[in-house]
T-cell receptor
């Protein structure tokens, strides 16, 4: 069974640009969540999608957005990039909206560098 | 707002030693407590998940305990090996915020 796939693995953008990251969950998983990991702030929850609907949202500005498609694949978009957006962006999938009996499965992340 | 703290931030031990990693959380209304491992440049690997109604979970040389009333969880690693070297993260799942992570404990096991 294929794991969570995130593309691209590495991305370099300049300030002011926008970027779209992609996540393909494990087959059969309906929940996809996104996290940002930085050395200073650690791992922070961005948002979660379930059945194409955003169910939870972390404390990030509106420049960060996402969506989920009918096949459960998800994308996140960051507009007007800032230097502080440089981070490892991790996607995780699970069977259901909470982890009661289905732990989160993480992808290897997309390393975004903003110059 | 849930806050998760991990102690120590870093730990270096000789191979074969038993060790304990600590995790504390401020809001006891959790769905579960999870432990993950992260290797450099990689994503997270789920190690153990303890439901809020459980006290502990075991997998191989790993044992995690949960005390909701005191807001604490520990990860016990028996007979540590160099391959155990990684960053270990605990995370509490609560309503509305999915997982709140600690800063992690960076473990180095020396041969």
């Amino acid at each position: 069974k294929a794991g969570v796939t995130q593309t691209p693995r590495y991305l370099i953008k300049t300030r002011g640009q926008q970027v779209t990251l992609s996540c393909s969950p494990i087959s059969g998983h309906r929940s996809v969540s996104w996290y940002q990991q930085t050395p200073g702030q650690g791992l922070q929850f961005l948002f979660e999608y379930f059945s194409e609907t955003q169910r939870n949202k972390g404390n990030f500005p509106g420049r960060f957005s996402g969506r989920q498609f009918s096949n459960s694949r998800s994308e996140m978009n960051v507009s007007t990039l800032e230097l502080g957006d440089s981070a490892l962006y991790l996607c995780a999938s699970s069977l259901d909206i909470t982890s009661y009996n289905s732990p989160l499965h993480f992808g290897n992340g997309t390393r975004l560098t903003v110059t | 707002k849930q806050e998760v703290t991990q102690i120590p931030a870093a730990l270096s031990v000789p191979e074969g030693e038993n060790l304990v990693l600590n995790c504390s959380f401020t809001d006891s209304a959790i769905y579960n407590l999870q432990w993950f491992r992260q290797d450099p440049g990689k994503g997270l690997t789920s190690l153990l998940l303890i439901q809020s109604s459980q006290r502990e979970q075991t997998s191989g040389r790993l044992n995690a305990s949960l005390d909701k009333s005191s807001g604490r969880s520990t990860l016990y690693i028996a007979a540590s090996q160099p391959g155990d070297s990684a960053t270990y993260l605990c995370a509490a799942e609560t309503s509305g915020s999915r997982l709140t992570f600690g800063e992690g404990t960076q473990l180095t096991v020396n041969p």
